[in-house]
């Protein structure tokens, strides 16, 4: 049981994302070529590990629930065990992100992104990606949560005639 909780937490922050193209689905030759040359121009494998070293401390909270009194222990074995045992799952990673983007984009789609990647410009939205991403959710969460309690706020009382308490 404590695998497979831990196996879901490991899935949800690395696949939440990902859902890889059936396998009943052909991928053309051009496209699997074009999807790896944009992957390693993103580079992908570097961002997984970024990835694997962030979510150590939810790995090492959830671990040291079911283990209290080994916290150094649990610490030590993510960095003996589980991080070189994730960082050798980074392929199957990989082949998911290039699953999606063969979905979405075509050979020469991809090739214009690996293009645009290697530039200056490119590059730094690689670098700041991950932070204005995480910035825009934060913002989009607080827009949401003032909007919904102003709606509400304005509304109260067509609300209640309509018989919906708040």
Do not use: C, H
Not at 107 to 117: G, I, P, V
Request: charged share 25%.
């Amino acid at each position: 049981m404590r695998l497979i909780a831990i196996a879901i937490a490991l899935g949800v922050a690395l696949l939440s994302v990902a859902a890889p193209v059936s396998r009943a689905q052909s991928i053309d030759a051009d496209a699997r070529a074009a999807a790896r040359e944009m992957m390693a121009a993103m580079n992908v494998g570097e961002l997984i590990d970024q990835i694997l070293v962030a979510i150590k401390p939810q790995m090492v909270d959830m671990l040291t629930r079911m283990n209290p009194a080994q916290r150094g222990a649990v610490e030590r074995a993510y960095d003996e065990i589980i991080l070189p045992s994730l960082r050798d799952e980074r392929a199957l990673m990989i082949v998911a992100f290039e699953d999606l983007y063969i979905r979405y984009y075509s050979a020469a789609e991809m090739r214009d992104l690996t293009a645009f990647y290697q530039t200056p410009t490119g590059r730094k939205s690689l670098r700041v990606l991950p932070q204005l991403q995480a910035d825009s959710m934060a913002a989009g969460s607080a827009w949401a949560q003032n909007a919904v309690r102003r709606t509400l706020e304005r509304n109260a009382e067509e609300l209640r005639r309509r018989g919906i308490n708040l």
